[in-house]
């Protein structure tokens, strides 16, 4: 039989095809299989919160930092003016408190000075009326203490009227001083981000900025590549996902530990990803092509190892392989 394919050599190709493909069917109810994978841990991208000019760099690439590390700073000398201008600008509004509070203290005293002379000359009006019927007071003394009564009513409402301002321009200067002290906050907040530190240990990725450079917020500066999370990202094509489940088995080889194989368990696995790379990268975008091969759409799937290998460091983007047991 095996003669008869070799004189019929077609026939050989087409049967081998067919083999492999029966094969590799099979196979794919069993394990799933993936050169496209990589070596990934968390990374923080460092960016400026403030704006201006490099001051001071104070890491190199690749170093490795501890949390807390000096990263960089900003140039400090217009945020420190603005703390000073604002700090200023709280003592100015508690001195017009208290500048405030005495007009209070010197409207109340005006008050009762004005009610006790309202006090008096309404005494005084009795007494008067009391004496001109008894017919013993002329009809202008009687006047004279109507029209001090009116008078002194008068400056009792106006004595009220400068203690009611008084009170109002306590609570305008309180409000004042609230707005000040919250500038004064926010420039405190500003200057504190001029010096900007590694909030985790990792190592420092290359970066392009240079001391001088003229930093906006939001721009990114560098970024520290931690040894959190340690794991592998396998891109696995879609026909796979309805037989991979959290805790399964991984066999796995790293480009920069070739052949030596690991292991893991999967950790994790993408919910979905982006059919576009023009929509907003909130979910993760796989290439679905290779040149001119259009390959089928491929999902995330993390990738935990349990030990990870002593002294073999570790470099985000590595490749690596993955072989998942069902």
Do not use: C
């Amino acid at each position: 039989m095996f003669s008869a394919l070799l004189r019929h050599p077609v026939k050989l190709i087409i049967g081998v095809v067919v083999a492999l493909f029966v094969a590799y069917e099979i196979s794919v109810r069993f394990f799933a299989y993936t050169a496209d994978a990589y070596v990934m841990s968390d990374i923080i991208v460092i960016s400026a919160e403030v704006e201006g000019p490099v001051s001071r760099l104070a890491v190199q690439n690749n170093q490795a930092v501890p949390a807390g590390q000096l990263l960089f700073e900003i140039e400090k000398t217009p945020y420190q003016l603005k703390v000073e201008q604002t700090q200023a600008a709280v003592q100015q509004a508690q001195a017009d408190l208290e500048l405030a509070k005495d007009e209070v203290k010197s409207a109340r005293a005006g008050v009762s000075s004005a009610q006790a002379v309202l006090t008096n000359a309404q005494a005084q009006l009795g007494r008067v009326k009391s004496l001109s019927t008894e017919g013993f007071s002329p009809e202008a003394a009687l006047d004279v203490a109507t029209r001090d009564v009116a008078t002194a009513t008068a400056n009792v409402l106006t004595a009220q009227a400068a203690l009611d301002v008084s009170s109002r321009r306590v609570a305008v200067v309180g409000a004042t001083i609230t707005a000040a002290q919250a500038d004064l906050a926010k420039a405190q907040y500003d200057f504190s981000k001029t010096t900007v530190a590694a909030p985790e240990p990792g190592r420092i990725a290359p970066f392009t900025i240079r001391q001088g450079d003229y930093l906006r917020p939001g721009t990114e500066v560098l970024a520290v590549v931690t040894d959190r999370r340690p794991r592998v990202v396998a891109n696995i094509p879609e026909r796979h996902l309805a037989r991979i489940r959290s805790g399964q088995r991984v066999w796995l080889t790293l480009g920069s530990d070739p052949w030596v194989v690991h292991y893991g368990r999967v950790s994790g696995i993408a919910a979905g990803v982006s059919r576009s790379p023009d929509n907003p990268q909130v979910v993760p975008y796989v290439e679905p092509t290779t040149d001119w091969v259009r390959l089928p759409r491929r999902f995330p799937i993390e990738i935990t190892l349990d030990d990870w290998p002593a002294g073999l460091g570790l470099f985000n983007g590595a490749d690596a392989r993955a072989l998942i047991w069902f």
